[in-house]
């Protein structure tokens, strides 16, 4: 396997992978603290990088269906949380295209 090119943020605050400090995403792409994952408090930004995802999959979730690929680290391979690809529910759809990530898996790079 060869290396594996990283993107790196410039920020007044980056948050990065908890095991590798691989940058993920920054405070502007933040679009709310108001989620929730499995390890507690979660975040939705509508940019992260230095991740890919898993193949697609509908999950029953607190605010309804939604279509969800796993999250993980291009470093490390951790899961870090999730991308919305679809959401059924009208007042849901803003969630389209955007991630969460769980802050108990994030630590502060800057």
């Known amino acids: 396997m060869g290396w594996t090119h990283r993107?790196?943020?410039s920020a007044t605050r980056i948050f990065g992978c908890i095991n590798c400090r691989t940058h993920l995403a920054t405070i502007d792409a933040m679009v709310s603290r108001a989620f929730n994952g499995q390890h507690g408090r979660a975040y939705l930004f509508d940019q992260v990088v230095n991740i890919y995802t898993t193949d697609?999959?509908?999950?029953?979730?607190?605010?309804g269906v939604h279509v969800v690929r796993d999250i993980h680290c291009v470093k490390c391979h951790a899961?870090?949380?999730w991308k919305y690809d679809r959401a059924y529910e009208e007042s849901q759809k803003y969630?389209?295209?955007?991630?969460?990530?769980?802050r108990a898996l994030l630590v502060d790079v800057q």
């Open 95 to 102: 969630k389209e295209g955007k991630f969460i990530l769980e």
């Open 79 to 81: 899961t870090l949380g």
């Open 56 to 63: 697609p999959q509908e999950r029953q979730m607190t605010t």
């Open 7 to 9: 993107e790196y943020l």
